[in-house]
């Protein structure tokens, strides 16, 4: 079984009025089942041929021939970037993290409206398209970055510029919200706080060791 497109957990329309539907419909639909896709080609002949967690080839992708890198990098990246961003929404979420994480968040930020402000400056200075993300670091402390394109944390300093594991994602490619918002990405990133699964962010943390 190669790498696959994830089913979402909640209806294309159930992230309204925050994220409209026919942007999920395309987002995911296309957009992701097409990293999906290409990322598969690419690995056809690798040794991670028929790996089916984008992660792990996110991972590895080090060790794969050169000319294979570029595609991996962007498409897997994809993949795995994608399926993190759907599971760490949903409909009826939002408020503040609560417990463990709500702790850790207070001590590696300050408080929770702290690490509000950074993630989304985080967000909103990423130029071009890319990816804001809180994630552990390699000693599990928690932290805020961003990615170009679909680099993340998995793919390590060297190529994403930082390192570790993805523990809530927000994709900043104008597909994701420029029907709804256009130009207007903090608004989007604000609207983003309506939707975000603490619990699902909490269990990311929690096997990351960060917790
Ligand atoms: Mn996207």
Request: aromatic residues 10%; hydrophobic residues 40%.
């Amino acid at each position: 079984m190669p790498l696959s497109l994830p089913d979402l957990a909640y209806a294309k329309d159930a992230l309204e009025p925050h994220i409209d539907a026919t942007t999920m419909e395309i987002h995911h639909g296309k957009h992701h089942a097409a990293y999906v896709s290409k990322a598969n080609d690419a690995l056809k002949g690798t040794p991670l041929e028929g790996e089916t967690d984008p992660w792990i080839v996110c991972k590895k992708m080090g060790d794969l021939p050169a000319d294979k890198q570029t595609a991996v990098r962007n498409n897997a990246g994809g993949a795995a970037n994608h399926a993190l961003f759907w599971s760490v929404m949903g409909p009826d979420k939002g408020g503040a993290p609560s417990g463990s994480l709500a702790g850790a968040i207070d001590k590696a930020f300050g408080s929770f409206d702290a690490f509000k402000e950074q993630f989304a400056t985080a967000a909103a200075t990423r130029f071009g398209s890319g990816w804001a993300w809180l994630y552990a670091d390699p000693s599990g402390k928690l932290a805020i970055g961003s990615t170009a394109n679909q680099d993340n944390p998995a793919m390590g300093k060297q190529v994403a510029g930082i390192e570790g594991t993805a523990l809530l994602g927000l994709d900043v490619w104008e597909h994701a919200y420029y029907l709804k918002y256009q130009n207007k990405r903090p608004d989007y990133v604000n609207a983003f706080w309506n939707v975000v699964n603490w619990d699902a962010v909490a269990s990311n943390a929690k096997a990351a060791g960060a917790l």
